[in-house]
């Protein structure tokens, strides 16, 4: 089994390598997975291949594909606040990057003379979703985003879905919770002050929450997100009905219920070392983001994440205190 | 001002047209007119712009974008059995072309002097949605397309949308019922047998009824398609709060219904001429297809559609017998 990571160099494709090579994957041989991104941080010592190139570039691709992996992680992508400032190379990476690698890889389907279908796990977002909403998101929820982002990642798994129903590949969009505790410095995401305002305290740090405690949000640890992809690989995709982009389980907390946990866990002390500071542009941002989901689809499906943000809080403590 | 209608040569395109040059637009200087498409049947002796062109080619469309045109509608479409058999040409004008046109258009706006935002007036279809189905489609259920004509026309939406949040140009995407009595002959629409049990033995020929007469779709006929679309330019889209994609008002009837109405219209020799031929591939493609919509938000819009299926066969006797 050849299986390719894209974006590998990201905080989950890292973690998802790391526990490749950790206990799941025993079958599968380390010079058999391929790692592609920009740049790899940290990881020069691994035993598996490292191919530097920019999903760009279409010829990369096309080089890429004819490697016939049977499973490819899609976890590349220009993130929302990125993709919002650079429209332009938004959509050239999260849109057309998408559909160079579906071409090329249908070019490999026709082309091959047995019946080479490849798995594909793509990393969407809940971003793909606008207001206003319901107070659950159902598994039935138009999609109507609000940021380049969102349209970019809807319109990829759009794509996804017709080269799968045609039978050129075999692709599932999963739809990912914000992830939260994010290990390392923040990333260009809107989103990743919901990570800070816990991790940089209890790295005695301080940290500034530009909203308002009331807002409720829809979150999953990178424990589980690595779960996720790992789990897709297990499922069979002819079950999906040709609805193939899946909303996933996450824990819809308020950041008054994320500042309790980490006061429960971890002390006032740690919990004085978040200031709130509003930010305008933020909360605008924010307040079109979905609080809740019903994903009745991906807990059928044995998708599973946290139930509270204490189990968040412990499992970032458990992967990434201290490490990064 | 200045108004651009691409494909144009196309059935809704004519009629569109037409109207333009009789009723509503009598402060349209004809010359302001522009007609894009590859051929232009009957269309020899009016008084508008023609430009022969390929949307497939984005030179063209960076030339057509140049001249600035204050409206433009953009019917141009490969059809969904064309689609469907011609999986890379779809996507190329379905989607591709789409690109081309908003990225033109929005070069014209950042090099604009004046605030240049056209107003673009897409037709989109209820072939975005997939089954299962609720007894009525609301406003805020999810596209899951099952044809590749679907899937393009939903991402062609998002980009559309996308492009509009940005200011760079100011869309709609109306999703068109099924057009129905179509002039003329059968286009490759696999939906065209609905069409055709009507018009053919209102022309005295025989016709062929591929389904079950138990079947159910969403009607509307070509006279209220060319309102929608002229509606469509009253209507200020800043009020769509960024839901730029509307399911429009339709007609919800069967089969049967159709034919009952043509019974009382034309009585039962002209039914006689229907003549009941299954086709499993189009009934198979025809389970998947919407049944009945609750468009609320259109409705409030101010989109009118027929109410009985009398209603369109008149339309069509009075709009388009003996005509083609």
New interface residues.
């Given amino acids: 089994m050849k299986i390719l990571i894209l974006g590998a160099g990201g905080m989950v494709g890292q973690k998802l390598v790391k526990r490749m090579l950790q206990t799941e994957f025993n079958s599968v041989i380390p010079s058999n997975i391929y790692l592609f991104d920009l740049v790899f941080p940290h990881q020069n010592n691994i035993s598996v291949n490292l191919i530097r190139g920019d999903l760009g570039d279409p010829q990369q691709i096309k080089k890429l594909a004819a490697k016939r992996f049977d499973i490819i992680f899609h976890l590349a992508a220009i993130v929302s606040g990125e993709a919002e400032e650079n429209?332009n190379k938004g959509?050239q990476i999260n849109l057309f990057s998408m559909?160079h690698l579906l071409e090329a890889l249908k070019e490999e389907h026709i082309n091959s003379s047995y019946e080479y279908v490849p798995k594909i796990i793509y990393t969407s977002s809940i971003a793909v979703f606008?207001p206003p909403y319901?107070k659950t998101i159902s598994?039935?929820?138009?999609?109507?985003?609000?940021t380049?982002y969102g349209?970019?990642k809807?319109?990829a798994e759009?794509?996804l879905?017709?080269f799968s129903?045609?039978g050129f590949v075999n692709g599932i969009s999963l739809r990912l919770p914000t992830i939260c505790i994010r290990p390392g410095s923040a990333n260009k995401a809107a989103s990743s002050f919901f990570s800070n305002i816990i991790r940089e305290p209890l790295n005695n740090k301080p940290a500034y929450l530009p909203v308002d405690t009331s807002v409720r949000h829809w979150h999953t640890s990178p424990r589980s997100a690595v779960n996720f992809l790992l789990h897709a690989i297990k499922i069979d995709f002819s079950n999906l009905n040709?609805?193939r982009?899946i909303n996933l389980p996450g824990l819809s907390c308020t950041v008054e219920e994320q500042i309790e946990a980490l006061r429960k866990i971890a002390g006032q002390n740690v919990v004085d070392l978040i200031e709130s500071r509003p930010d305008p542009i933020i909360e605008k941002m924010v307040a079109g983001w979905p609080r809740n989901f019903d994903p009745k689809r991906a807990l059928k499906l044995g998708f599973k994440s946290e139930t509270t943000f204490d189990q968040i809080i412990s499992t970032y403590i458990s992967d990434d205190l201290g490490s990064v």
């Fill in positions: 429209f959509w559909w606008g319901p598994d039935e929820f138009l999609c109507a985003p609000q380049s349209a970019q809807a319109s759009l794509l879905s017709d129903r045609k040709d609805r982009a």
